[in-house]
């Protein structure tokens, strides 16, 4: 019994990094999946450039398009600009056709962790048929000493069926902790101390990184077997300089929980845990998604039928003219006092500079994009996002390149083996995917198994996985041509899942996004806190300077985002009127 718990613990660590794992990545390619693009989002007539808006939306990712849609339901006026030649920043979904078939995959994400934030919008946007969810049993695996290892999950049962599955089903808890190998016996019996019995307080004073935090409550073998790779298939981030606090805090904050449990003196984890799953019980029975809606467990790996660009080109198609493309903003400026203090926003366009004037602006560009643009209505602004960083030695948000990689390759041509846990053949890829602890001498950071997850992805005989290769600890990928980055890629997926005679990939992607995912490292929380305060010394508000690097790098953290900070320009316009 022992044993059950403390794994018990790390799951719940390793879930709640798994919800993060639709992690950004900046896409570059059109999308052929066909949308209502037309020359006149790019165009913009006299009238439109001289119109005054409610609000401006700068950044067309789904960040921004998603507050954009909202702001449209709100009966706004509202202009949405972005620099790319389509919605959906970091999504971005192909279909290949070639003589084996047709192949759809992703550019950036692969999938989200379903949330009523998601469900909402696409039944608002008349999409929500379209989504599909994967098989809640299929786990994500990691590769340790030689061998693949499947983490704990149960069998897609509801309530307590499912938590009964999760500790005594075939993949479950138990049979991880007596029979699985992947934590070696020492290693169980300190993260089972971590979990029920207690750990070391917090470092009075001082902000902890990922690697403190996990090896300080659950010892080493969980956060080098479990915890970093998920950290780096998530963030493509080093855990010894990323911020618990700021990069987890969810998980963070089970801590807390764990001591204001009377009994609990020495902070046992386990029962934080616990305590946390009850508390968010209690709060989807309080707010239980709409009838209307298609039905979706929390969290499950989700995506639609034609992939996750589906739903920024819907809102592109219900924004129609209010969604400008190819436009870069080149200066902000509050206009004059007898204007009422309309900002004005300049754009390069491919019809040459425009003009527009707003009551509001949201911004979602990333901080590597603004330079001074901002400085005019956000003095220090500039010079914030450039600051040294000494304890990271960085300067300011840092965002390290990372190649995704989409391979496929014939079925046949994996190794025939038959996987623990009656999974079966890992010819057919049971799993979410493979992780990669950094020990293990493989470069890429993880491969997902997108064509085991959602149907119609590839033709039957063929599989096809999307890897990530980079990051913060290895940065070279940024440098490396790409194939260079397709033949390393291809090295370690013959070490891991294929045979070596396997044959040259059918390369379907790749992209190299020279700055993909913002890093909240150590002082993340200071960075935000003074940009907070620079938006308060703004007179007059309504500017908000926001984005992944604010409210969360995952697909789920973005669309909520857009829905719950359009109350907030919403409530801002209100009490303007009124004054």
Sequence with gaps: MTMVKPITTSLLLVSSLTITTTLAFAPSIRTSITTATSSSLHASSPSSAAAEYDCLVIGGGISGSTLAHNLHNSDLNILLTESRDYL?????????????????????????????????????????????FANESLPPWV????????????????????????????????????????????????????????????????????????????????????????VSGVYAGDPSTLSMKAALPKISRIEQYSYDIEWNKFGAIFYGGLARQVELTKERKADPPKPEWVDFEYGNPGSFRRGLSTLPNAIQKELGEKVKLEWTLTKVEKKKDGDNGLYSATFDTPNGSKTVTAKSIVSTMPTHAM?????????????????????????????????????????????????????GNLQNLPGFGLLNPRSEGVRTLGTLWSSSLFPGRCPDNY??????????????????????????????????????????????????????????????????EQLESMEGKNEGGGLWVCGNYRTGVAFPDC?????????????????????
């Design 88 to 132: 959906g920043g970091n999504v971005q979904s192909i279909t290949v056709n070639d003589d084996d078939g047709e192949f759809i995959y992703e550019k950036g994400p692969n999938s989200f962790a379903t949330q009523p934030s998601i469900v909402r919008i696409a039944h608002e946007l008349g999409i929500d048929n379209d989504l599909v």
């Design 143 to 230: 590769n340790f000493n030689g061998k693949l290892h499947p983490l704990p999950k149960g069998q897609g049962g509801k309530g307590p069926k499912g938590q009964i599955e999760l500790v005594f089903g075939p993949n479950g808890v138990l049979k991880f902790g007596l029979v699985g190998d992947l934590l070696s016996w020492p290693g169980k019996i300190r993260a089972g101390i971590g979990a029920l019995i207690g750990h070391m307080p917090a470092p009075e004073g001082k902000e902890e990184t990922i690697q403190e935090w996990v090896i300080r409550i659950l010892g080493e073998d969980v956060f080098y077997r479990i915890i970093d790779p998920f």
């Design 371 to 423: 330079g001074n643009i901002l400085e005019p209505v956000l003095p220090g602004s500039e010079e914030l996002f450039t600051k040294e960083r000494a304890i990271i030695n960085r300067e300011g948000i840092y965002y390290p390149p990372v190649a995704a990689v989409t391979l496929a390759y014939p079925k046949s041509t994996f190794k025939d083996m038959e996987l623990s846990n009656d999974f």
């Design 463 to 528: 599989n096809i996985l999307l890897n990530y290769i980079g990051g913060s600890r290895d940065p070279a990928i940024g440098s490396m041509s790409e194939e260079d980055i397709i033949a390393a890629v291809d090295v370690d997926l013959r070490k891991t899942l294929l045979q070596s005679n396997a044959p040259e990939p059918k390369v379907l992607g790749i992209r190299v996004w020279p700055n993909a995912i913002p890093q909240y490292e150590l002082g993340h929380f200071d960075i935000m």
């Design 559 to 579: 669309v909520t985002f857009g829905y719950e900070h359009a109350k907030v320009v919403k409530e801002y316009l209100e009490s303007s009127k009124k004054s």
